[in-house]
């Protein structure tokens, strides 16, 4: 009997498919990489199912990719040639909700949109936000990339709010990670080494997850500025003074010009904060007005969108917004990190790439967390204008790396970094290997993606 009967025989008739059509979809993910069609796709509703289904292939050596909503932004989620991907968007489960500790334990398929509509009912809610893609990411993919968003500004990122995990290695074994105690000292943390691994350690089947209480008031604001580095500076000072401000978003001026074309807002081109404050009235008046007089100082004025302009859903856009600016280009992306001190300096060494480069840049993102997405335009038809694009993403990561930042902040390594992934990490590489051959003896899960195993 063929390896892919056998898969067949461990699910439901409707759970499995080799169909072009299917393969199709499960072949790419939101990256504007080349996608790889996989064997099958197998659809499991329960952690029995995934278990036989690692179990067979790590028997025949067979790859495995674990995908959700597959709007993976560097590849984590394109398959291997050869290989099987199974998609866990069927299980979107809420397996028990403990209101009075603000836990919930979920399965991994569950968008995160539709948890919070539910979680607030109860007057609950989680966090990490992904910015605009929270009608379509999964709470499993939230935690493959460590995933963070608008709110992470006050809230944290996922990682932080993840209590325990219940996973299937690479062998087709299942294991309890964490428990449900808030502070804890045993042990190594396993379930924050699982966080941000990217489906290369284990296949997550359920999540325990920590839960805020809804504020008891918002205030959302903005402010504009003549330039980009005046922006960002007013950022910097806002973080350093410790104001409590939930959002703190950055738009340059080409992302609002992208933004007015896609969507026909009519707002003033010209670089834009967008700030989110939380908490009791008199603290968000208090909050509100500090940061206020910090943008003053930057010759930040107040920004005043119409009634029916909300600016997260304007937010929501923006990558659309700059995808379908040029029909024909493609955009080149990073989603770099850095201390928060040094947001100026790589504000402004981006212009300066682009200005060099003559390429179209984008600048945007959480800086409130020193987390800023350049977005470059390219045609991949012109050999020219696209090395010249590939050579200065590479050069704002380089730069990135040497004021000891990150590669990735929140989008993972995938297939697309992972060139620059040893420049940040150095020998302890050799360390990462070694953990994922102790998960993944048979290098099935995942393979190839974050670094070569």
């Known amino acids: 009997m063929t390896f892919l009967k056998k898969l067949q025989e461990l699910v439901e008739k409707d759970q499995y498919s080799s169909h072009h059509d299917h393969l199709a979809v499960v072949s790419k993910d939101e990256s504007t990489l080349d996608g790889v069609t996989p064997n099958a796709v197998v659809w499991p509703s329960n952690d029995k199912q995934i278990c036989d289904i690692v179990k067979l292939c790590f028997k025949n050596r067979i790859p495995i990719t674990t995908r959700g909503a597959g709007s993976a932004l560097e590849g984590s989620t394109i398959p291997l040639k050869n290989g099987i991907v199974v998609d866990l968007s069927r299980m979107t489960k ?10 919930v334990k979920v399965e991994p398929g569950i968008i995160y949109d ?8 109860d007057g609950l809610f989680f966090p990490p936000s992904p910015g605009g893609s929270g009608d379509l990411a ?4 939230m935690v493959s990339t460590n995933a963070s968003g608008i709110y992470s500004v006050k809230y944290g990122g996922t990682k932080e709010y993840i209590l325990s995990l219940d996973i299937i290695t690479g062998t087709g074994e299942k294991i309890k990670l964490g428990n449900r105690a808030i502070k804890r000292s045993s042990g190594y943390n396993l379930v924050e080494l699982l966080v941000g691994s990217e489906g290369t350690l284990g296949i997550i089947t359920a999540i325990t997850l920590k839960l805020s209480g809804l504020p008891e008031g918002r205030l959302k604001t903005a402010f504009k500025f003549e330039s980009e580095i005046n922006a960002v500076k007013a950022v910097s000072e806002i973080r350093k003074y410790g104001i409590d401000v939930a959002a703190l978003e950055y738009l340059d001026k080409n992302v609002i010009k992208a933004l007015n074309h896609l969507k026909e807002y009519h707002l003033e081109e010209i ?6 404050f939380h908490g009791s009235t008199e603290a968000i008046s208090s909050n509100s007005e500090l940061a206020k007089s910090l943008c003053d100082e930057y010759d930040g004025v107040e920004f005043t969108l119409s009634d029916k302009q909300n600016p997260w859903e304007i937010r929501h856009y923006v990558t659309d917004a700059i995808k379908y600016r040029k029909p024909g280009y493609t955009i080149i992306r990073n989603d770099v990190a850095f201390p928060i001190s040094k947001l100026p300096e790589m504000v402004s060494y981006c212009y300066e790439l682009s200005n060099k480069f003559n390429i179209l840049t984008h600048t ?13 335009l390219a045609n991949k038809n012109n050999e020219d204008e696209w090395n010249r694009a590939q050579e200065m993403n590479s050069l704002i990561i380089a730069k990135t790396i040497e004021l000891d930042g990150t590669v990735s902040g929140e989008h993972g390594i995938g297939l697309g970094h992972k060139d620059l992934f040893l420049k940040e990490h150095g020998n302890s590489v050799e360390f990462m290997k070694k953990i994922k051959k102790d998960f993944d003896p048979g290098n099935i899960l995942n393979p190839g993606k974050i670094f070569d195993s």
């Open 94 to 103: 809420i397996i028990e909700l403990w209101i009075d500790d603000l836990q």
């Open 138 to 141: 999964t709470i499993g993919g």
């Open 364 to 376: 945007f993102g959480h800086v409130g967390l020193g987390l800023l997405h350049a977005l470059l």
């Open 114 to 121: 539709n948890l919070n509509n539910i979680l607030k009912n």
């Open 271 to 276: 670089p834009v904060l967008f700030l989110e």
